[in-house]
């Protein structure tokens, strides 16, 4: 592990990620005192990129959940392979074994015929240490929250025909979330927590000669000054980072040298997602933009 938040910011350098001074400590507290961390934030703000670059540098497996409505412990957790066991009990009964029915049952409830999702792959030992991103949180049900309180606090599942099993080093745990709902008490009490800010225009910048290196300096610090400036406007969904990686590469591969209203215009379903905000953008707006951003970057 990082010896200090500047090894930290260093390591996580090292991986692409551009983070500032508050980032790296939170992130180095949760490393050195073995906390899960949960990053909130608009999207498209590298909270998924962060675990991501841990699991490459320190190296560790990368173990993703990925949430959504409906989520449940079979599917993030474990679940039994009932076709396994049904199978191992029709083979012990055509060999005579039926008659010590609970030794059958113990059997059958045996590690071998569980199958491990995602939070249990996180707790095995085959393939070494690992990082568990359980993305999106804000996306899953509320009462799916209670199924991860007892890894987040004691880095273990407790299978009820089975029993507990922990992992033998506890993984990184990040949880992520883009607070489209409030995320429940109990688990931010067990997490460090950060608040993922969109980047100012210098480290945005840092990040788009890292990420998007065919970018030209001065269209760089044009791209980056616009959507600065755009972010301050009311639009229905702000561009992120990546958002603004996309479109200076998208504009570079149009061999343009600076911004222009009219590249602009054709460009900005890279840039933004939803018609109401083009449509806002598009034309004197963009142009105005354009020349203001022009104006800062120079």
Not at 121 to 137: C, F, R, Y
Request: proline share 5%; net charge negative.
């Amino acid at each position: 592990m990082p010896e200090s938040v500047e090894a930290t910011q260093r390591l996580l350098a090292r991986g692409g990620y551009v983070a500032d001074k508050a980032l790296a400590t939170t992130v180095h507290l949760a490393l050195r005192m073995g906390r899960p961390l949960f990053l909130e934030g608009e999207p498209g703000t590298g909270k998924t990129e962060i675990a991501k670059v841990l699991a490459k540098e320190l190296p560790r497996r990368l173990v993703r959940l990925q949430c959504y409505d409906g989520l449940d412990l079979s599917a993030a957790a474990y679940e039994w392979n009932h076709a396994r066991q049904l199978m191992a009990i029709r083979l012990a009964e055509a060999s005579g074994g039926a008659q010590d029915r609970a030794a059958l049952e113990r059997g059958i409830y045996a590690r071998e015929f569980l199958q491990e999702r995602p939070l249990l792959q996180a707790l095995s030992p085959e393939g070494g240490p690992a990082v568990l991103l359980i993305d999106e949180l804000d996306r899953a049900d509320e009462p799916f929250e209670a199924f991860l309180l007892e890894i987040l606090a004691d880095f273990q599942i407790s299978v009820p025909e089975l029993g507990t099993i922990r992992a033998a080093v506890p993984p990184i745990v990040i949880i992520t979330s883009n607070r489209t709902r409030e995320v429940h008490d109990a688990i931010r009490r067990r997490c460090l927590y950060h608040w993922v800010d969109y980047p100012d225009a210098a480290r945005e910048r840092a990040i788009l000669k890292i990420r998007a290196p065919e970018v030209a300096d001065r269209l760089s610090a044009q791209v980056v000054a616009f959507v600065q400036k755009l972010r301050g406007g009311d639009y229905f969904k702000l561009p992120g980072v990546a958002e603004t990686i996309d479109w200076a590469a998208a504009l570079a591969a149009l061999d343009a040298e600076e911004l222009e209203p009219a590249a602009v215009d054709e460009t900005l379903g890279v840039l933004l997602k939803y018609q109401d905000d083009i449509a806002k953008l598009r034309g004197a707006e963009a142009a105005r933009l354009v020349a203001e951003a022009k104006q800062a970057a120079a």
